[in-house]
């Protein structure tokens, strides 16, 4: 008779599902249990049914292989319908064993036969060509995946590198800054210290000048040197930033005696024995006013801040 195909007998493989299921009859649903049996348990069943389908169909369903491969294809639920199981697999082999019993039977039980292992191939080919399938979208997912997780680094890079280039940027912003800063501070001083020595040598030349001095030659103490510049605020700037003294270890008794030695020389009485006593009353008049009594109070303050 030949070896016979357990698989194609018993619809070890569910139809419905076409993969290998419970053989179990869900009473509930009216239908085949669609519950997995585990690989292992599935792969024990058929290795008992390949053994007894070298034997005679007959002779295998009595063997206790068969009953005990029957067991081993149901689930933990259904483990109660093994003898049922049982019975009609032995119906479905002895319904086989009729149809491939001489002549024409013969011929349609083999033609039935390879029908049956035809759809059981197809179906073990749609199965491979769905698991191929399945693979290529897992493969797919896993590359988007991976393009997604390259594209979220590339662009933290691309963050931090930014904020790094916005750090430096600002780092040399603020380095600029203080440099021109020091720079414009350091040209205010040179302005101040050119404007003292301006100041001073203009002093020096009208004290050793024998001519006759007139008050067009005066040397104003701020930091332009012009007798319209002067004000208030713009001679106590003068002494306060153009003097040299203030940076000395002794600043306050150095400045006190620098402004001493001014208040002596901006006296009214002083200014007018130099140019003449009508100089108060002509134009420059308030503007030498002004500093002298300036000067007073520069000298208090001077004075307040000596060290002791």
Known sequence: MGVWNPDVIFNL?????????????????????????????MADARSFLRKLATENPITASKSPDFEAAAKLTLCYQHKDQVYALVNEWRACIQLYAASTAGGSTNDRGASNQQEKEKKQAGRGEKAEADGSQARRKAEDRREEQQRAKQSAEQKEQEKVKAEQEHEKK???????????????????????????????????????????????????????????????????????????????????????????????????????????????????????????????????????????
């Not at 419905?16 to 049996?37: I, L, Q």
């Open 13 to 41: 493989i569910n139809p419905e599902r076409e993969y290998d299921t419970c053989t179990g009859h869900a009473s509930t649903y009216g239908r085949r249990c669609r519950r997995r049996v585990a690989a292992a348990s």
């Open 170 to 308: 600002t780092a040399r912003q603020q380095q600029n800054s203080r440099q021109r800063a020091e720079e414009r501070e350091a040209a205010e001083k040179q302005e101040w210290a050119d404007a003292w020595s301006k100041y001073c040598r203009g002093w020096m030349s009208l004290e050793t000048d024998k001519t006759k001095i007139t008050p067009s030659k005066i040397p104003w103490p701020v930091k332009s040197g012009s007798w319209q510049d002067v004000s208030e605020s713009s001679v106590r700037s003068f002494f306060r930033k153009a003097v040299p003294v203030y940076l000395a270890d002794h600043q306050g008794d150095e400045m006190y005696r620098t402004i001493c030695d001014e208040n002596k020389r901006w006296h009214t009485d002083k200014i007018m024995s130099r140019f003449g006593p009508d100089i108060l009353k002509g134009p420059y008049g308030d503007a030498l006013n002004m500093i002298a009594k300036l000067m007073v109070q520069l000298r208090v303050e001077a004075k307040m801040g000596r060290k002791r």
